[in-house]
Structure formats: structure tokens, C-alpha cells
T-cell receptor, first 116, second 113 residues
């Protein structure tokens, strides 16, 4: 593995079902993020984690939960999916290093989720 | 609060044309500025960045200069190719307790052969 992987690549889900999107990175980055991308709205941050064991809410956290049990994995769970959660979901990671604010984020290939 | 505004697309150009995609920002302090590119079916990847005023980021023929006086970071390329067709995101990262990046809404670029 090199970089960030996401699974599944795509999924069609019935409304009301529970779904976990998986994200794994092998760069030992401390910070990880989940975004959703919708046409005309760009990228919106759902949840983030600055380091293993901590998580925080982003711009659009409702209906989603995350956990960060270790450095490498950052799963995103939809407890009861609704059609408005139809979107493309991207996981990203970064390594703050010594000086904050100059660090790029590395993105996974995305998961396309359709909730019917 | 911090924000990024970029020109709406889609932008359609012929191959070898000159490209400018405008980006302006609002931020306290001295943010770092980025351009990310998203090719069809892929995630975002960093195209270039600049960390202080008057810095010029460059990569793959693209350039952008950090202009603090106009709070701008416009993306330019002298001669675009069909392979440059993608969505381009301007972004900023401000110094703070965490490392979050604020993205613009993206500009879709179509290059015609």
C-alpha cells in the first residue's frame, strides 16, 4: 500500500441501512479527515482527527460518526443512511510537522455512495 | 472567518490557449495557499503551493503567485493541453490549533483539441 486507500469504491444503499466507509493510510500521518463532495458545493469537511484517539466535528457532521483507534485507520459510519447523504466521500491525511499551516493533505480515491 | 473564493466554471478553452483561474482569499494572519487538481474519477492531489507573500508556486507548467496586497493566488498556464482537463481547487491553511484546509468550490476546466 502506498498512500491512502478507501473501500468500497462505490456502494448503493437502501435508506435506513447502516454503512461504514473504510479509510487506511500507510504514511503514519497524525491527522486524518473525511470530506463529502457535491456538485456546486465543493468539498465539505465532515469529521477530522488530529491524532489517534481524538476526533472533531467539521462543517457537516450530522448523521455521521467516526473513530480513530489507531494511526492508520479512520472509518466513517452512517448510522441510518438518508438520500441526502448520496455523495462522493474522500478521506485525506496530513502530517503537521514542526510548522503548522504549510502541510498538504493527501487524498484517497473516493467512495461513491448512493442512498435510495 | 477564513474563506476562499474562486471563479465559477466551467471554463472551456482550446488547446494551447492561455489559462487563468482567479482565486481570492480572506484570512487572518499569514496563511499558506494551495492549488489542488482533481482528474476525472480520482481524488484531489496537490498541484502547487506557496507559504508566504510574493512566493511563486509552480508545477507542470502551472504557476501561482501569493499576492498579499490583493489577497489573491491566481492560477496560470501559458499553453494548456487536453490532459489538463480537470477540476481545480484553490485552498488555504491558516496557522492554528489544527491543520484543516479551507477549499474553494472548484473550477471545472475543459480543454478542446
Amino acid at each position: 500500500i502506498a498512500g491512502i486507500t478507501q473501500a468500497p469504491t462505490s456502494q448503493i444503499l437502501a435508506a435506513g441501512r447502516r454503512m461504514t466507509l473504510r479509510c487506511t493510510q500507510d504514511m503514519r500521518h497524525n491527522a486524518m479527515y473525511w470530506y463529502r463532495q457535491d456538485l456546486g458545493l465543493g468539498l465539505r469537511l465532515i469529521h477530522y482527527s488530529n491524532t489517534a484517539g481524538t476526533t472533531g466535528k467539521g462543517e457537516v457532521p450530522d448523521g455521521y460518526s467516526v473513530s480513530r483507534a489507531n494511526t492508520d485507520d479512520f472509518p466513517l459510519t452512517l448510522a441510518s443512511a438518508v438520500p441526502s447523504q448520496t455523495s462522493v466521500y474522500f478521506c485525506a491525511s496530513s502530517d503537521p510537522g514542526v510548522v503548522l499551516s504549510i502541510n498538504e493533505q493527501f487524498f484517497g480515491p473516493g467512495t461513491r455512495l448512493t442512498v435510495l | 472567518g477564513n474563506s476562499v473564493t474562486q471563479m465559477e466554471g466551467p471554463v472551456t478553452l482550446s488547446e494551447e490557449a492561455f489559462l487563468t483561474i482567479n482565486c481570492t482569499y480572506t484570512a487572518t494572519g499569514y496563511p499558506s495557499l494551495f492549488w489542488y487538481v482533481q482528474y476525472p474519477g480520482e481524488g484531489l492531489q496537490l498541484l502547487l503551493k506557496a507559504t508566504k507573500a510574493d512566493d511563486k508556486g509552480s508545477n507542470k507548467g502551472f504557476e501561482a503567485t501569493y499576492r498579499k496586497e490583493t489577497t489573491s493566488f491566481h492560477l496560470e498556464k501559458g499553453s494548456v493541453q487536453v490532459s489538463d482537463s480537470a477540476v481545480y481547487f484553490c485552498a488555504l491553511s491558516a496557522i492554528g490549533r489544527d491543520d484543516k484546509i479551507i477549499f474553494g468550490k472548484g473550477t471545472r476546466l475543459h480543454i478542446l483539441p
